[in-house]
Structure formats: C-alpha cells, structure tokens
C-alpha cells in the first residue's frame, strides 16, 4: 500500500513538473514573441521616418518677375490700341526695367527721342531685328554696345539718362513695345539706318526700306 502510493506521488508530481515546465517554456516564447513584435514595430516606424519621400512630379519654383509687363496685358492693349501714341499710354513705365531693356530704351532715348513714336519704334525696331541676327550680338546690349555702331556710346558706356523726363518714360514704352513686337514698325526687318542728313558709303549696298523723319532705315 505505502509502494503504490509513493508511486502515484511520483507519478502526480511528474505531470506538475511538465505542466510548470510547459507553462514556463510557452511564457518564454510569448515574452520572446511579443519583442519581436515590438521590434518590428519599432523597426517599421523608424523605417517610415528615415525613408525619404520621392515626388514624381516635377518641382517647379516660380522665379521673380521681370519687372516688365504681363505679355496678357500687353496683347490686350494692343488689340485694343487705335494707335502707337495710345498704346504707348497704356504700357505701365513704374517698374525697374532689366538690364536689356534699359540697353534698348537707352538707344531709342539718345538716337531718336526728339523723332515721333513711328521713328522711336523703328529704331528699337533695328536693335531688336540684329538681336535675332546671327552677323550680331545676340543681345540688346551686345547690339547697342557693339565697337563703332552707335556714336552716342562713349569708351564703351551710356551716358547718363535724365530717367524722371518724359522723353524717358516714352523710351521705356517704345522699348516693351518692341522687346514684345506689339505694334508693326514701319521699318520692318530693317538691320541698318543713318540720319537723312549724311551719307555712308555703306549705304549704296543697302535696300531702303522707309524714312521716317530724319532716319532712313535700310535691309
């Protein structure tokens, strides 16, 4: 009787040491479980922090304004403009004008403010047409400041403007008007022009295009 009973504690207190043991092992592995998953966690959010975004578009950042006039307000005052002089009133003169646009409004100021808006326009007109012209500078500047051209152009420099004049401010207008082509000039595609009262030799090699006060204009 005390043999069988010794044997069944033995027996009992087997199956508490297994059911401890398993209960030991499964917490162990819930403990290990539950810090992977902790980890991953952690992992994933450092893994959404650390990863940079790509945009697929592209990024476009808009650049400072020009200082000159909208082209849509341009088109509609010229659609709307009966004439050259009332156009030239419409075109706004307030803003800083870029360094190319002064080279253009400074040409027509020193060669031809005194001449009517025809003969300032033809004037820019030139500049612009030997811009576009590969036997000139591809510039405004590069045009007007080009050696031996324009006589008021001094050891390379402009002279001074009177920039509060409305000589000026007309100059100004002209300038956008033919930067923008806005009003059709009488000179047309005209490269070349003099004052009616000389004569280069150059001239008899030219095709006269229009005279406009004291300028001809030639191709």
Same mark, same amino acid.
């Given at each position: 009787? !005390?043999?069988?009973?010794?044997?069944?504690?033995?027996?009992?207190?087997? !199956?508490?040491?297994?059911?401890?043991?398993?209960?030991?092992?499964? /917490?162990?592995?819930?403990?290990?479980?539950?810090?992977?998953?902790?980890?991953?966690?952690?992992?994933?959010?450092?893994?959404?922090?650390?990863?940079?975004?790509?945009?697929?578009?592209?990024?476009?950042?808009?650049?400072?304004?020009? =200082?000159?006039?909208?082209?849509?307000?341009?088109?509609?005052?010229?659609?709307?403009?009966s004439?050259?002089?009332?156009?030239?009133?419409?075109?706004?003169t307030?803003?800083?004008?870029?360094?190319?646009?002064?080279?253009?409004?400074g040409a027509?100021y020193?060669?031809?403010?005194?001449?009517?808006?025809?003969?300032?326009? =033809?004037?820019?007109?030139v500049?612009?047409?030997?811009?576009?012209?590969?036997?000139?500078?591809s510039?405004y500047? /590069?045009?007007?400041?080009?050696?031996?051209?324009?006589?008021?152009?001094?050891?390379?420099?402009?002279?001074?403007?009177?920039? /509060?004049?409305a000589?000026?401010?007309?100059?100004?207008?002209?300038?956008? !008007?033919?930067?923008?082509?806005?009003w059709?000039?009488?000179?047309?595609? =005209?490269?070349?022009?003099?004052?009616?009262?000389?004569?280069?030799?150059?001239?008899?090699?030219?095709v006269?295009?229009?005279? !406009?006060?004291?300028?001809?204009?030639?191709?």
């Amino acid at each position: 009787m !005390i043999r069988k009973t010794t044997g069944f504690t033995a027996i009992i207190a087997a !199956i508490t040491l297994t059911i401890l043991a398993g209960a030991e092992g499964s /917490g162990a592995n819930a403990q290990v479980a539950a810090h992977a998953t902790d980890q991953n966690a952690t992992e994933a959010q450092l893994t959404e922090e650390v990863v940079p975004v790509f945009v697929e578009k592209a990024v476009v950042q808009e650049l400072p304004g020009d =200082a000159e006039l909208p082209a849509e307000d341009s088109t509609d005052s010229a659609s709307s403009a009966s004439s050259l002089r009332e156009l030239v009133s419409t075109i706004p003169t307030a803003g800083r004008l870029s360094d190319e646009l002064h080279c253009l409004a400074g040409a027509v100021y020193f060669e031809a403010r005194g001449e009517p808006l025809e003969g300032q326009l =033809a004037v820019a007109q030139v500049i612009v047409n030997r811009a576009e012209d590969r036997r000139f500078p591809s510039s405004y500047c /590069g045009v007007v400041y080009q050696r031996s051209q324009f006589s008021f152009v001094k050891g390379g420099r402009m002279p001074k403007v009177r920039t /509060g004049s409305a000589a000026w401010k007309r100059a100004e207008a002209i300038a956008r !008007i033919a930067h923008r082509g806005l009003w059709d000039s009488k000179a047309g595609d =005209a490269l070349f022009f003099h004052a009616n009262y000389v004569r280069p030799r150059w001239s008899h090699r030219k095709v006269a295009l229009a005279t !406009i006060d004291t300028h001809v204009f030639y191709r």
